[in-house]
């Protein structure tokens, strides 16, 4: 069904009217089964507000045609997910609307399976108000606590407390009184200012629509009347203006026009803005709305940005006020809630989206995680599923920032595995570390070239992983001697060897084996530039690291060797006799043992030694550094 054709149309004439209204978007919150899909079915059934079936065919057609820059009520309605989708992204969250005369309504409703931690924080990004359900019977819980908590740290202000499932509890008013007491000291602890607690019946729709008369002892709104008195917290207008670059449009030599939200402020032709992290700046020559004609831009539209210079503008950059700028950095003080199944480990390298921008991003310390039903700050080294923790982030280069409190699209984030490409974690910035802006790069009159020019080879990283007893040591030996009889500048790095010195502080942890290898891919990285021919040799046994170093070289620099022998071969070398103490467990975390090795999948030569000698093997690898004539 093409954009232009009636049923769309239609959707446009309904979303227009709503428009007229204002809109309040929220969110529930609560356990499987406080019943939060009965209530959200009966709210929508009886505002007979049914039209979220065309919005749905709306999503559908936006995204099939691809109209994303273009279509600007579409982009209205589910901003908060459009950075998701673009990124490829699965995130389950169903948009909902429904409406009464006074106002209309946009819920994030989020299927309560276990992921719904991430899901939940996806729809609260974007939402005014939480609905929190609690289960009458159960009372407050740590879920309760938790959402709680992901509301807070996400800026949600406002909660309306429903305590569900009255009929069950024989709407006795000193069950809800106790629930709504403890409820109230936790909003306190956690900076939630308003709190309307009502106590409801929602398969009987008691105090839904209209107060209930089983709760005469109740005197408060019902639940559509607390949603419809809500205030709407204003897009920001006054502060100054920001607008993270979504796409640059440039559909010919004369035209350049920047897009993007503003996510302050206005934008007027003639003002004068700065583009970060360039730090250049211009005046705004043109500001365009969705049909192409001159406006004055205000916060939360969608807008199309001239220039009146050239200057480079990049997708992830920033426009924003030349006398009010945001802050530029590339270290962190963050909130994080962390939403994998996957552990989160310091030292691993993710995406970090902020705004319109995609950096690379390591936690490089966990301060403190928070236990969610205490608020005590606990010591960790790592975060679990559903764990939140105050840490230090660092990205791989600067981007313009705001803290999160004063600007949630400048401070708002989520962090991306690199290898699932699943969102891992949603964060909230909270300041720049000073030492972000004080360390550059120093200038180096002799270059890498120069360098390798001198030393009259090529530099490269060869890149040996597999098991203890494997053979790495064996095979990167036998390859430094023959590199060191042609004449080559090598070096051997070698996990036993490194694990005295530098990494002499590392164990064998999950946690530990990240950072013993970001630091020996660093060094590697160094001994390149320095010139030469780095033979590094250590288990390596996550695929993240792995592609985490070789994005440290240029393309056709790193070169990674699966030494490929199977467990029961190499335990029964047993060199160290380190197997037989792992399998008597006096060694823990033995890597084959109950230790994982992710095998490569992408590895520039594997290699069999069981059925091919060492020293065929190392002539191999020698072939592929220097070509057959070596
Ligand atoms: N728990 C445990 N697991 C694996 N290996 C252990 C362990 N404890 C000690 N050793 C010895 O340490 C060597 C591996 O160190 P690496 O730095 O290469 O390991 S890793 O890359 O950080 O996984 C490894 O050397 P190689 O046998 O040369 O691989 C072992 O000798
Ligand atoms: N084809 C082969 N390639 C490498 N090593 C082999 C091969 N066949 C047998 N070995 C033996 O396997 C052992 C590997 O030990 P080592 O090189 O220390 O492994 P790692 O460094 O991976 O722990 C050595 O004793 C080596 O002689």
């Not at 305590?163 to 403890?182: P, T």
């Not at 006096?586 to 994982?596: H, K, M, R, V």
Request: glycine content about 10%; overall charge negative; some cysteine.
């Amino acid at each position: 069904m093409g954009a232009q054709d009636a049923p769309d149309a239609d959707i446009a004439a309904v979303l227009k009217a709503h428009e007229a209204r204002d809109r309040l978007r929220f969110i529930t919150c609560g356990s499987v089964d406080d019943g939060k899909s009965t209530l959200i079915g009966r709210l929508l059934h009886d505002t007979r507000g049914l039209f979220a079936d065309q919005v749905a065919t709306l999503e559908a057609d936006s995204r099939r045609h691809g109209t994303q820059g273009e279509g600007v009520d579409y982009a209205l309605l589910v901003d908060g997910l459009s950075a998701e989708r673009e990124q490829g992204i699965t995130i389950d969250v169903a948009y909902r609307f429904f409406g009464t005369p006074r106002r209309s309504f946009i819920v994030a409703d989020c299927p309560g399976h276990e992921q719904y931690t991430r899901n939940m924080a996806t729809g609260a990004s974007t939402a005014d108000l939480a609905v929190v359900l609690v289960d009458a019977r159960k009372g407050v819980l740590t879920q309760t606590r938790r959402h709680s908590y992901i509301c807070a740290l996400l800026g949600i202000g406002q909660v309306v407390l429903a305590v569900n499932k009255m009929d069950l509890v024989g709407y006795d008013r000193a069950v809800f009184d106790a629930i709504v007491a403890e409820y109230r000291a936790l909003a306190a602890s956690l900076g939630i200012g308003t709190v309307t607690a009502i106590p409801v019946a929602a398969l009987h729709g008691d105090n839904l629509l209209a107060g209930s008369d089983r709760t005469p002892w109740y005197g408060g709104p019902s639940l559509l009347d607390a949603l419809e008195a809500a205030p709407i917290p204003e897009p920001g207008s006054d502060a100054p203006m920001r607008m993270p670059v979504q796409w640059v449009n440039r559909p010919n030599q004369d035209f350049r026009g920047f897009v993007g939200t503003l996510a302050s402020g206005t934008a007027r032709a003639g003002d004068e803005v700065v583009v970060l992290p360039s730090g250049r700046r211009t005046r705004i020559d043109q500001v365009l709305g969705a049909d192409g004609r001159a406006v004055e831009g205000r916060a939360g539209q969608a807008v199309t940005l001239t220039l009146a210079d050239e200057v480079d503008v990049a997708r992830g950059d920033v426009i924003a006020a030349a006398d009010d700028a945001p802050e530029v950095a590339d270290q962190f003080a963050a909130h994080v809630l962390w939403m994998d199944g996957q552990p989160l480990l310091p030292g691993r390298s993710y995406w970090l989206k902020l705004g319109a921008a995609t950096v690379g991003a390591t936690v490089t310390e966990i301060k403190h995680k928070v236990d969610v039903n205490t608020q005590a700050q606990l010591a960790a080294r790592h975060l679990e599923l559903n764990e939140v923790a105050y840490c230090n982030i660092e990205l791989d280069r600067p981007v313009a920032f705001e803290p999160y409190a004063r600007n949630a699209a400048l401070g708002g984030f989520i962090l991306i595995d690199r290898l699932s490409n699943a969102t891992a974690a949603a964060g909230t910035l909270d300041f720049a570390l000073r030492r972000a802006g004080n360390i550059h790069w120093q200038h180096l009159d002799v270059d890498r070239q120069a360098r390798a020019r001198s030393l009259g080879q090529s530099p490269r990283c060869v890149w040996f992983t597999g098991l203890s007893g494997s053979g790495k040591s064996t095979l990167a030996n036998l390859v430094d001697k023959r590199l060191h009889a042609l004449g080559r500048h090598a070096f051997i790095l070698d996990g036993d060897n490194v694990r005295h010195g530098l990494n002499r502080d590392l164990g064998f942890t999950d946690e530990d084996r990240v950072e013993n290898i970001r630091r020996v891919a660093e060094v590697a990285r160094l001994m390149t530039e320095a010139g030469l021919i780095v033979l590094v040799s250590f288990i390596s046994p996550f695929r993240a690291e792995r592609r985490m170093a070789r994005s440290l070289f240029g393309e056709g620099e790193f070169i990674e060797v699966f030494v490929d022998t199977p467990l029961a071969v190499a335990e029964s070398r047993d060199v160290k006799g380190l197997y037989a103490k792992a399998r008597a467990g006096e060694l823990p975390n033995f890597t084959g043992i109950d230790s994982p090795y992710e095998a490569p999948e992408d590895a520039e030569l594997v290699l069999d030694t069981v059925n091919e000698p060492a020293d065929a093997l190392a002539e191999r690898i020698v072939v592929r550094l220097l070509g057959p004539q070596a």
